[in-house]
């Protein structure tokens, strides 16, 4: 096929040592899976067994549940459920949930955040308001049930934050785990299944709509707050539920969409969600983040364990590392994982922290970085599976730096001029680190045969 250089099948050479490499063999049984259930773009509407059997094995893997206590009624009857959803007209569908309740003073994730994206879409007249039915704005999504978010997280955690929210409220706010810090309030559970409700709702639509349309809008969940940290048995990184996890395995249960792409370019390892999918072949996790930064995990050599050996693909980036840096990131290392992996879906954990003038890191980014990611990543849908592509909103807290890039990323799903230019200013970048670039991208492709 092609994709298989010849110095990537021989053993490990100037990256010996502990480095772990796939063999390619290993790549093979990747690219060579079966058991797909879009064929020719026509849906099953009910689950295959093979999806069947994974809902067990994801059940057992966060709390002994019984696949049967997971989202009952809209699992047991998924057509009923997938009926009653409704293709949209759009080029682009967004839901703006701010979470207003879920605040804290000062704290980088506050509730300023949604409503200064929405203030830059509407100045720079990327909404409904003056794009008619171009640009919709979600109408009737519903809150994530106990059991869409028990398909992720423990039921232990859910009913443990639920019960928490009486202290909120006495409290005032809370500190639920100490490492971020992640804070909830009196409506912090709420609030957090409507986020994770938010992207299954877009993924619902954007699905549907792919059955009728070969170019279903771009899904874009506005939310908070964020999910990515979040793991199996908690919050962490001011993230409470994986958002994009419990989306995904909602794509996989509910619309038989079997292989979930999943591209995290938040500044930070999305740890939570490089977690649920671990072990899971069917869901391919790419995270692109800046190296020794919060929370320190994901390590080139993590890789996924089990079935899931390959699936996982961490590219840790020296600080410094910008625009050059992802353009050639994105050209030798995402699109032909991406495209060996065949997704059914993509989703996209799109953290705006990467950015030169974000306060948490040191990457560098610019607006038309992310335009590009934007651009590219709705290519690549449209290229490998239908176009169906949902964004979730994750970090970004410079909110001039977050709203602006917000917008870029809105005109590069409408395919309009950027307006980067006007905002990025490249007086204020450095010289990217452009040999360790070269290194750490030689290196993830040798482990992953790319
Ligand atoms: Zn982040």
Not at 100 to 124: F, Q, T, W, Y
Not at 360 to 384: D, E, H, P, V
């Amino acid at each position: 096929m092609g994709l298989f250089h010849p110095v990537w099948s021989a053993s490990p050479s100037s990256f010996a040592g502990h480095v772990t490499s796939l063999t390619c063999s290993m790549m093979f049984k990747l690219q060579n899976h079966g058991g797909n259930c879009l064929k020719n773009n026509k849906f099953l509407l009910f689950q295959s067994p093979l999806v069947k059997q994974r809902s067990k094995l994801s059940c057992s893997s966060v709390g002994n549940e019984d696949s049967t206590s997971i989202s009952r009624s809209i699992r047991e009857d998924p057509q009923s459920y997938i009926s009653t959803i409704q293709p949209s007209d759009a080029r682009i569908l967004y839901y703006a949930a701010p979470a207003m309740g879920h605040n804290k003073e000062a704290h980088p994730e506050c509730n300023r955040r949604v409503p200064a994206i929405i203030d830059a879409l509407e100045k720079s007249e990327l909404t409904s308001k003056f794009r008619g039915s171009e640009v919709t704005e979600l109408q009737n999504i519903r809150s994530a049930t106990v059991d869409d978010i028990a398909s992720v997280h423990s039921r232990a955690y859910i009913t443990g934050l639920e019960k928490a929210m009486s202290k909120a409220s006495d409290d005032g706010i809370i500190f639920i785990d100490g490492s971020g810090p992640t804070y909830a309030t009196a409506t912090t559970f709420q609030e957090s299944l409507l986020a994770a409700g938010a992207g299954i709702s877009l993924v619902d639509s954007v699905v549907i709509t792919s059955r009728i349309r070969e170019d279903p809008p771009v899904g874009f969940a506005l939310v908070r707050p964020p999910g990515h940290h979040a793991v199996p048995q908690g919050p962490m990184g001011f993230c409470v539920f994986g958002n994009i996890a419990v989306a995904a395995r909602h794509a996989q249960l509910v619309h038989g969409l079997e292989r979930v792409l999943i591209i995290d370019f938040d500044v930070h390892h999305g740890n939570g969600t490089n977690d649920v999918f671990y072990d899971d072949p069917d869901v391919f996790f790419i995270s692109t983040h800046q190296s020794g930064s919060y929370p320190g995990t994901g390590k080139m050599q993590e890789i996924g364990s089990g079935e899931g050996e390959g699936t996982t693909l961490n590219l840790p980036l020296p600080g410094g590392s910008g625009d050059g840096t992802m353009r050639t990131v994105f050209e030798e290392v995402i699109v032909p994982a991406a495209q060996r992996f065949k997704p059914d879906i993509i989703l996209v954990s799109a953290g705006y922290d990467a950015h030169v003038l974000d306060p948490l890191a040191s990457l560098q980014f610019t607006t038309g970085t992310y335009y590009m990611l934007a651009s590219n990543i709705k290519q690549l849908a449209k290229q490998l599976c239908g176009g169906r592509v949902v964004f979730f909103l994750e970090g970004g807290y410079n909110l001039q730096s977050l709203s602006n890039s917000v917008a870029d990323s809105f005109r590069a799903f409408l395919g309009e001029q950027s307006l980067a230019p006007k905002f990025d200013d490249p007086a204020i970048l450095y010289e990217e680190p452009s040999k360790k670039v070269l290194e750490a991208i030689q290196k993830v492709k040798h482990i992953h045969c790319l």
